[in-house]
Structure formats: structure tokens, C-alpha cells
């Protein structure tokens, strides 16, 4: 669907906010990271392997190597050691073994090995166990038998973990192309704020959103952050917006975007060249929420102020619109059973907190309803939120929702 031939949007759906912001946060450009960037992100490039895997004929056991048909040989003069990582040494005779540690090369002319454990020995010379049998390639891990040399191991698109980092490195890349993680700016506004250890007044309000956002997304990996506060001040807003903008991918606001006075937020912003693609959104808590994005494809997010609204927000729609500029693109939504019955509302989407407790099979959500949003106090006890759809009836306990963790 294009949306631009109607923008902004306004008092629109969930579903149709989270499509807009599918639609507008496109994948970051592509770079060049290290092993040890590598975390979390998005390959950009399929990976080949360099060689065989293992790469040659491995040892899997500490032990001795021998030609499996030396049999009935059951004794055999140890000729050399073959430690890990050294150049394969050759058995000169069948009527010899050589001793072997686990992943070394296997000794050209062996193909068995048999365990420390299942042999004595004694003044040079290897005895088997009576109960040994030998047999061709008994602990051995053979050359190309887990993948070959130039098979495709990893196709772009693939959300790195710590195995794809492991492959990654065993095909002998020290750096891979993946789509850049944004560099975002973390924005309060309100003339009332006032940063923690500092004096302040009763009518004041501490400054806490920007600590739980910049929390949220160093959890999610995002690291190149900058923190500011900015005054209901519209030219102060206007060229610092706009300077931030310069510098940075994306921009979170909290505050400002209601229909107050001094909520100057949509209107500087669009000043400075960033369209709005839908402001305000039916659901409880934050429905003022206001999504923007430039010609050159940076992304804006203005949420509202209320403590409970932000961090909403933030795990309902920001999270996955960060994590599709680096190139992810499957968000599997968890769900949970409501363990007690839910208030739903009957027109707006509902956000209710819950407390989760992972039963074996399901986890169960308790709502704990907070005092609205600004009552974060209440978020204490919780662990994320579910999503109720709106309806004029209760959501009876057991029902299956989705559920968000902070
Ligand atoms: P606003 O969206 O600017 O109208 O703010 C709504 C409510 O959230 C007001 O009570 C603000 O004082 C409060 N608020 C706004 N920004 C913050 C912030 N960064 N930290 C804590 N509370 C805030
Ligand atoms: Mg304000």
C-alpha cells in the first residue's frame, strides 16, 4: 500500500502504524564489521567456505593412530607424536602406531585411532585392549563431511548469532559487509524536566524517559547513542532538531507532540523538512504518538511524554522500526494467556502491563493495571505489556494475546 498520496495520517490503527513505519524504515547502507561488531546484525553478502570442513582427515580423540588391517597385530611400537596444528607426520609400517592428540591431523597411512583409554603402554610399545576392534576411520572426523569448500554456509539477510559468528570465522573472515546499525538520538523536551541530582522544585518533574530509553536500546544492542534535552522552545527546537537530524539516522522524542501550547514537536519538525506520516494512533496509552521520516530516508519518532507511554511505544513500534534499518525482517510476535480477565476498550487498542509467569508450556500474563500513563510506578511490578484489541466486552481470562517484555 503507498500512503503518500494521503499523508499525514491521523487516528489510525495499530496495524496501520506499524505498516507505515515498515514501509518508511528501509535498511541502512552497508558496511564493512569486524568478528567483534558482528553481534545482532544483518549480513549483507552470502558466505562461502574456504575449505573443506574440518579442512583434513581430524583426530577426535587423544589416543594412538594405526592402519586399521594391521590386525592381528595387537602391539605396536609408538614411531612419533602428532600434536594439534603440526604438519602430518607418515606411518613408515603397519607394525607401528603413532601417538595422536584430539584434532590433529590424522598420520598419512593411518585410519583409526584408538583411545589413551583402551590401550597400555609400555617402554615405546602400544598393547591393545583386549576388547578393541579395529576398524576404518574409527575416530575420525573426515575431511569435507560436515560441508565442502565454497558451499553458500550463510545467505544475506541472516540476523547473526553467536553460531553464524563462529561459521563466520572458521571460513577465515576477519570482516563481513552488514547493514549499518542506526546512530540515534534520544530527545526529551519540557520546560518542567530536571536532571536527576539536581536541586528541584515541587512543581518540577524529574527527567527519567531518556534513562529508560537509552536503557532499552543498549539491551537491544544499539550503541551509537546520543542523549539531549531541549526546552519547549521553538527556535532552540528548530535548530538543534535540525542539527541532530544532520548527525544521526533516527531521532526519539519524548514529549511535546500533544495539543498543548508549548507542544511545538509536529510543527518543527515538519519545518525542517521531515514529513508526517501519521500522527496519533488509536490506543491507550499513547495515542498523540507522531512517526515522520526525510527525503533521505532518516525516521523520526515523537512519543508522548507519559512515562508509561514512551516505553509503550517504544517496544511497540520504535524497537522493530530501529531493527528494520539494519536489516531485519522477521519479528516473530509472542503471545501469552491471560491469566485473570482484562478491560478492553472499544475503540482504542489497549496496552495493558502484566506480570509473566512462564508456566512449561505457555507463558501466563496477569494484567496490573496502572493509574494511566503516567503512573510508571505501577510498571514496577511488571514485565511487559499485552495487547488487547478493542471491544465493549471483558477479555475473559485464558484468552491468547500478544505480549510484549520490556
Ligand atoms: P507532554 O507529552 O510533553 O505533554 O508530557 C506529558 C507528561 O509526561 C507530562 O506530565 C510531562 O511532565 C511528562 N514527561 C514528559 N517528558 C518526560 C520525561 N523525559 N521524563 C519524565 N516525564 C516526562
Ligand atoms: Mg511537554
Not at 161 to 184: K, Q
Not at 231 to 253: V, Y
Not at 277 to 298: A, C, T
Request: proline letters at 6%.
Amino acid at each position: 500500500m503507498n500512503w503518500s498520496d494521503r499523508l499525514p495520517l491521523a487516528n489510525i490503527s495499530v496495524v496501520a502504524a506499524q505498516a507505515a513505519i515498515d514501509q518508511y524504515a528501509r535498511p541502512l547502507s552497508v558496511v564493512s564489521k569486524c568478528l567483534r561488531e558482528l553481534t545482532g546484525c544483518v549480513l549483507a553478502q552470502s558466505i562461502y567456505l574456504e575449505r573443506d570442513q574440518p579442512p583434513f582427515d581430524r583426530v577426535t580423540m587423544d589416543g594412538i593412530a594405526l592402519a586399521s588391517d594391521a590386525a592381528p597385530n595387537r602391539e605396536f611400537i609408538i614411531s612419533g607424536i602428532q600434536a594439534a596444528g603440526a604438519a602430518p607426520l607418515t606411518l613408515a609400517s603397519k607394525a607401528l602406531c603413532i601417538e595422536v592428540m584430539t584434532g590433529a591431523y590424522l598420520p598419512v597411512g593411518c585410519d583409526c585411532v584408538i583411545p589413551v583409554e583402551r590401550i597400555r603402554s609400555d617402554n615405546g610399545v602400544a598393547y591393545l585392549n583386549d576388547d578393541v576392534q579395529l576398524s576404518a576411520w574409527l575416530n575420525v572426523h573426515r575431511r569435507g563431511s560436515d560441508a565442502r569448500a565454497n558451499e553458500e554456509i550463510l545467505k544475506p539477510g541472516q540476523h547473526l548469532n553467536a553460531v553464524d559468528i563462529a561459521v563466520i570465522a572458521s571460513a577465515g573472515f576477519a570482516h563481513v559487509p552488514v547493514h549499518a546499525t542506526p546512530r540515534i538520538a534520544v530527545i526529551s523536551t519540557g520546560d518542567e524536566l530536571v536532571e536527576p541530582g539536581q536541586p528541584i522544585q515541587d512543581w518540577q518533574i524529574r527527567r527519567s524517559n531518556s534513562y529508560a530509553l537509552l536503557s532499552a536500546l543498549r539491551k537491544h544492542g544499539f550503541a551509537t547513542l546520543t542523549d539531549m534535552h531541549l526546552c519547549d522552545d521553538r527556535e532552540q527546537l528548530r535548530i538543534q532538531l535540525s542539527t541532530l537530524l544532520e548527525q544521526h539516522d533516527t531521532l526519539i522524542l519524548s514529549g511535546g507532540v500533544s495539543a498543548g501550547r508549548f507542544d511545538y514537536v509536529p510543527q518543527v519538525l515538519s519545518e525542517i523538512g521531515v514529513t508526517c506520516i501519521f500522527h496519533k494512533v488509536l490506543q491507550r496509552p499513547g495515542k498523540p504518538m507522531w512517526f515522520g521520516s526525510r527525503d533521505d530516508g532518516k525516521t523520526v519518532y515523537a512519543l508522548p511524554g507519559n512515562p508509561v507511554s514512551i516505553l509503550v511505544c517504544f517496544y511497540r513500534y520504535v524497537l522493530r522500526g530501529l531493527q528494520r534499518t539494519m536489516g531485519i525482517t522477521k519479528f516473530p510476535v509472542q503471545y501469552a494467556r491471560l491469566g485473570s480477565y482484562a478491560k478492553a476498550h472499544d475503540k482504542l487498542t489497549c496496552f495493558v502491563p502484566v506480570k509473566l509467569v512462564d508456566d512449561a508450556a505457555i507463558t501466563m500474563a496477569t494484567p496490573l493495571p496502572t493509574r494511566g500513563s503516567g503512573d510508571f510506578i505501577s510498571l514496577l511490578n511488571t514485565d511487559g505489556f499485552v495487547e488487547l484489541p478493542a471491544s465493549d466486552a471483558l477479555i475473559p481470562s485464558g484468552t491468547i494475546v500478544p505480549v510484549y517484555r520490556w
